[in-house]
């Protein structure tokens, strides 16, 4: 399951790309995504550990990734391992 709670991006040039993103996805479901492509990029770099949100928190098989900004290399690594089925 992948649980988004909330979750904002804002960019360094003030651009708000994500505000308050909140869906569940269960396991074993498939989702589609449908918006502007950048928008897209953003969620889904999120979800892969590449960006961090701004705001909110993103919940993988219950573990919560809300501080991957802190997180080092191996850490994103195990991320984007468990999210690979679902990208």
Known sequence: EIVL???G???KNGTR??????????QGEFVSVIGRPELETTLFR??????TPGD??????AATY???RNCQEECKEIHRHHLSGFL
């Open 56 to 61: 909110g928190a993103v919940l993988l098989m």
């Open 46 to 51: 999120i979800l892969n550990g590449m960006e």
């Open 9 to 11: 991006k804002q960019f």
């Open 5 to 7: 709670q909330n979750i």
């Open 66 to 68: 809300r501080h991957v």
């Open 17 to 26: 790309a994500l505000d308050h993103v909140t869906f569940t996805i269960p």
